[in-house]
């Protein structure tokens, strides 16, 4: 874990104090909101359908026992005993009021925590692999790198104003956990005749434009990291198009200008600014890389795993379903569900927090994550705790085994609460895991990614499901597209629409429809339903889709 | 042909809390649209919202929002003003609850 300095936390105490004032001002009229709106999304608070909304950030999705503490805190006493994790790494709060935000600010910052960066023009919060640190597959921990940047980034004089957000996602490992190329950049760390560097691309995104980022440099050495993404996004702030909030992301002026050009720009102002850095980076960069050192892992015995393995079948089908390989020996990185049937995916009550908190602290080095996935990831769990960590989880409703599966289902906040969307989601996500749940045919349909998005701005990533669900108003009823075949990762593509959208009460069985002629036309269990998409093409699953419409229409 | 004028409320965010609000005949901001006054004239909507608008310390966002008339008060022509009406639909709280 990083730990900040007195320098980090006077920053942040200061910050908090002139928002504290800027809200007070707010109240007593001396601020309008057009004047006020400004500094508190430079704060993270947000307005939305029904209240107000805190995003908080959680960098590169890490945290400590202590901090997950405090944000079960601040869902007790200032919201209405949750928190909603985000596809960015970030925890929402959806009911605070605002004279109470100064303090809710105030308790973050006393666990090193803050909402700096979560909204506005600017640089947001740095994501990454969620098992970084932990992963099997990885080549370095992609956490200093975020860090390296988030601190770069956090108050930048230059990039205070951008044209739009920007995103920053990063990836140490080939297979890539973090959906990097739907940001506007992704950082993956690469190794090349035995030395560590980046690949970097920019200009992906979901949103209205769907894009896959394009490799703008296959190998950035690490002395050259940081002046390189700066110089990208210094081209960018100048290019980006002011004009037009919708054309304003990197991904399009990547689009207008070509990829050669960007390039070229980039690569001229690096010459310009890299002499600038000095070094100091590096040091930084090397100072960093020690606060992320690997836990003492323990060298016991895994008896107590293959004993519960062999003997309860709800374990070994949480076992098989929910942990993932870790590079240590004896060690699994477990992945806690907050995808509970009929629950609301990403949604974690205080109580919850607590429960994933005390189990980092007694069994997981003290350290969590958080998925871009809306799950809990303890990255460091030896094996032999592994039979107590899943009766704790089971108790509170956290031992689910459907990672992967069809029920672990992104589901963005949509018209439920968000002011932006256009249909509801959340419902849609419920109803679809509730109807798995039902027919008990979850793991044999095996892995299958839906992701639901309740507009076009594509927080619920819909663009990169193997069924993409995408909420829209037509006419003044809520109408659900479905597109097939998208993939999340290093093999990036996007979905590919069906066809005309369904009624709220015809989504599920649409859905219901398509799986059953995944399962109908897939050559066996092996054969994913991605797999099976990409060799069979839409028609099958139009057939599936629209026939039995017709009928049902013509009847 | 002017295309005729779709009844409308006056509704806002309050300022303190966020919680949706209607603004009544009488200068009231009321969590309850049943208590909303009905704009039937585009004219008397319009000066409506400009005042409601100046009261900046008390409320944000606010705007028109179609309406019809029902047997107990405006009622929603269009689903996102009913789940500002009636609050989230995944939970038991927020407006829902309070009903």
Same mark, same amino acid.
């Given at each position: 874990?990083?730990?900040?300095?007195?320098?980090?936390?006077?920053?942040?105490?200061?910050?908090?104090?002139?928002?504290?004032?800027?809200?007070?001002?707010?109240?007593?009229?001396?601020?309008?909101?057009?004047?006020?709106?400004?500094?508190?999304?430079?704060?993270?608070?947000?307005?939305?359908?029904?209240?107000?909304?805190?995003?908080?950030?959680?960098?590169?999705?890490?945290?400590?026992?202590?901090?997950?503490?405090?944000?079960?805190?601040?869902?007790?006493?200032?919201?209405?005993?949750?928190?909603?994790?985000?596809?960015?790494?970030?925890?929402?709060?959806?009911?605070?009021?605002?004279?109470?935000?100064?303090?809710?600010?105030?308790?973050?910052?006393?666990?090193?925590?803050?909402?700096?960066?979560?909204?506005?023009?600017?640089?947001?919060?740095?994501?990454?692999?969620?098992?970084?640190?932990?992963?099997?597959?990885?080549?370095?921990?992609?956490?200093?790198?975020?860090?390296?940047?988030?601190?770069?980034?956090?108050?930048?004089?230059?990039?205070?104003?951008?044209?739009?957000?920007?995103?920053?996602?990063?990836?140490?490992?080939?297979?890539?956990?973090?959906?990097?190329?739907?940001?506007?950049?992704?950082?993956?760390?690469?190794?090349?005749?035995?030395?560590?560097?980046?690949?970097?691309?920019?200009?992906?995104?979901?949103?209205?434009?769907?894009?896959?980022?394009?490799?703008?440099?296959?190998?950035?050495?690490?002395?050259?990291?940081?002046?390189?993404?700066?110089?990208?996004? $210094?081209?960018?702030?100048?290019?980006?198009?002011?004009?037009?909030?919708?054309?304003?992301?990197?991904?399009?002026?990547?689009?207008?200008?070509?990829?050669?050009?960007?390039?070229?720009?980039?690569?001229?102002?690096?010459?310009?600014?890299?002499?600038?850095?000095?070094?100091?980076?590096?040091?930084?960069?090397?100072?960093?890389?020690?606060?992320?050192?690997?836990?003492?892992?323990?060298?016991?015995?895994?008896?107590?795993?293959?004993?519960?393995?062999?003997?309860?079948?709800?374990?070994?089908?949480?076992?098989?379903?929910?942990?993932?390989?870790?590079?240590?020996?004896?060690?699994?990185?477990?992945?806690? $569900?907050?995808?509970?049937?009929?629950?609301?995916?990403?949604?974690?009550?205080?109580?919850?927090?607590?429960?994933?908190?005390?189990?980092?602290?007694?069994?997981?080095?003290?350290?969590?994550?958080?998925?871009?996935?809306?799950?809990?990831?303890?990255?460091?769990?030896?094996?032999?705790?592994?039979?107590?960590?899943?009766?704790?989880?089971?108790?509170?409703?956290?031992?689910?085994?459907?990672?992967?599966?069809?029920?672990?289902?992104?589901?963005?906040?949509?018209?439920?609460?968000?002011?932006?969307?256009?249909?509801?989601?959340?419902?849609?996500?419920?109803?679809?895991?509730?109807?798995?749940?039902?027919?008990?045919?979850?793991?044999?349909?095996?892995?299958?990614?839906?992701?639901?998005?309740?507009?076009?701005?594509?927080?619920?990533?819909?663009?990169?499901?193997?069924?993409?669900?995408?909420?829209?108003?037509?006419?003044?009823?809520?109408?659900?597209?479905?597109?097939?075949?998208?993939?999340?990762?290093?093999?990036?593509?996007?979905?590919?629409?069906?066809?005309?959208?369904?009624?709220?009460?015809?989504?599920?069985?649409?859905?219901?429809?398509?799986?059953?002629?995944?399962?109908?036309?897939?050559?066996?269990?092996?054969?994913?339903?991605?797999?099976?998409?990409?060799?069979?093409?839409?028609?099958?699953?139009?057939?599936?889709?629209?026939?039995?419409?017709?009928?049902?229409?013509?009847? | 042909?002017?295309?005729?004028?779709?009844?409308?409320?006056?509704?806002?965010?309050?300022?303190?809390?966020?919680?949706?609000?209607?603004?009544?005949?009488?200068?009231?901001?009321?969590?309850?649209?049943?208590?909303?006054?009905?704009?039937?004239?585009?004219?008397?909507?319009?000066?409506?919202?400009?005042?409601?608008?100046?009261?900046?310390?008390?409320?944000?966002?606010?705007?028109?929002?179609?309406?019809?008339?029902?047997?107990?008060?405006?009622?929603?022509?269009?689903?996102?003003?009913?789940?500002?009406?009636?609050?989230?639909?995944?939970?038991?709280?927020?407006?829902?609850?309070?009903?």
């Amino acid at each position: 874990m990083y730990h900040y300095n007195d320098f980090d936390a006077a920053f942040v105490a200061e910050r908090n104090r002139q928002f504290r004032a800027q809200v007070e001002r707010r109240i007593d009229g001396s601020l309008t909101e057009d004047e006020f709106k400004p500094l508190r999304l430079m704060n993270g608070l947000y307005l939305q359908l029904h209240a107000y909304m805190l995003r908080v950030a959680i960098p590169y999705g890490t945290l400590n026992s202590a901090q997950m503490r405090q944000l079960a805190y601040l869902a007790e006493k200032w919201d209405k005993g949750y928190g909603h994790f985000t596809t960015r790494q970030n925890i929402q709060y959806n009911w605070p009021a605002l004279r109470d935000i100064p303090d809710m600010l105030d308790a973050l910052a006393e666990v090193q925590m803050h909402a700096i960066q979560t909204s506005g023009n600017t640089i947001r919060n740095v994501t990454a692999d969620h098992f970084a640190g932990a992963a099997a597959d990885e080549i370095a921990d992609p956490r200093p790198v975020a860090e390296l940047l988030r601190q770069w980034s956090t108050d930048h004089p230059e990039f205070q104003f951008l044209p739009r957000k920007f995103k920053i996602a990063v990836t140490g490992s080939p297979n890539d956990r973090a959906v990097t190329a739907a940001h506007d950049v992704a950082i993956r760390i690469t190794e090349r005749d035995g030395q560590i560097g980046y690949t970097v691309l920019v200009g992906g995104g979901l949103g209205r434009t769907p894009m896959i980022g394009k490799v703008i440099n296959d190998f950035v050495p690490q002395e050259d990291l940081l002046p390189y993404v700066e110089a990208i996004v $210094s081209v960018w702030n100048l290019l980006g198009r002011r004009d037009n909030k919708y054309k304003a992301r990197i991904k399009i002026t990547v689009l207008e200008h070509g990829i050669d050009e960007i390039r070229a720009l980039v690569e001229k102002r690096f010459a310009e600014t890299k002499d600038a850095f000095n070094g100091a980076d590096l040091a930084l960069f090397e100072e960093i890389k020690t606060h992320f050192r690997h836990p003492n892992f323990r060298n016991v015995t895994e008896e107590a795993y293959d004993a519960a393995y062999k003997a309860d079948p709800v374990f070994r089908s949480w076992a098989d379903t929910n942990l993932a390989q870790h590079r240590a020996p004896g060690y699994a990185i477990v992945q806690i $569900s907050l995808k509970k049937h009929g629950e609301t995916p990403g949604d974690a009550s205080a109580e919850q927090m607590r429960v994933m908190a005390d189990l980092a602290y007694a069994y997981g080095h003290d350290e969590l994550r958080i998925s871009h996935e809306q799950n809990v990831i303890l990255p460091h769990v030896h094996k032999s705790d592994l039979p107590a960590v899943h009766a704790k989880l089971k108790a509170h409703g956290l031992a689910t085994a459907n990672i992967d599966l069809v029920s672990d289902i992104i589901a963005c906040p949509g018209m439920d609460y968000c002011a932006l969307a256009t249909a509801r989601s959340i419902p849609i996500a419920q109803q679809i895991a509730t109807r798995f749940d039902e027919l008990k045919l979850e793991h044999e349909i095996g892995e299958l990614k839906i992701k639901i998005s309740g507009c076009i701005n594509a927080c619920g990533h819909h663009h990169v499901g193997h069924i993409g669900i995408l909420g829209l108003d037509r006419a003044g009823v809520e109408n659900y597209q479905i597109t097939l075949g998208g993939d999340h990762r290093e093999t990036m593509a996007l979905g590919q629409r069906t066809g005309p959208g369904f009624s709220a009460e015809e989504i599920v069985p649409a859905i219901e429809r398509i799986v059953e002629a995944y399962l109908e036309n897939r050559k066996g269990r092996e054969e994913t339903f991605l797999q099976a998409f990409n060799r069979l093409g839409m028609a099958p699953f139009k057939t599936a889709l629209y026939d039995q419409e017709a009928r049902v229409a013509a009847e | 042909m002017p295309k005729a004028f779709t009844p409308k409320v006056v509704t806002a965010n309050a300022l303190l809390a966020g919680d949706v609000v209607y603004l009544t005949a009488d200068d009231a901001w009321s969590a309850d649209l049943r208590h909303a006054e009905l704009l039937t004239d585009e004219a008397h909507a319009q000066v409506r919202l400009v005042e409601a608008s100046a009261r900046h310390a008390e409320v944000v966002g606010v705007y028109l929002a179609d309406m019809m008339p029902g047997e107990n008060g405006p009622e929603p022509t269009h689903f996102r003003e009913e789940f500002r009406r009636t609050g989230p639909s995944n939970h038991h709280h927020g407006k829902q609850a309070d009903l």
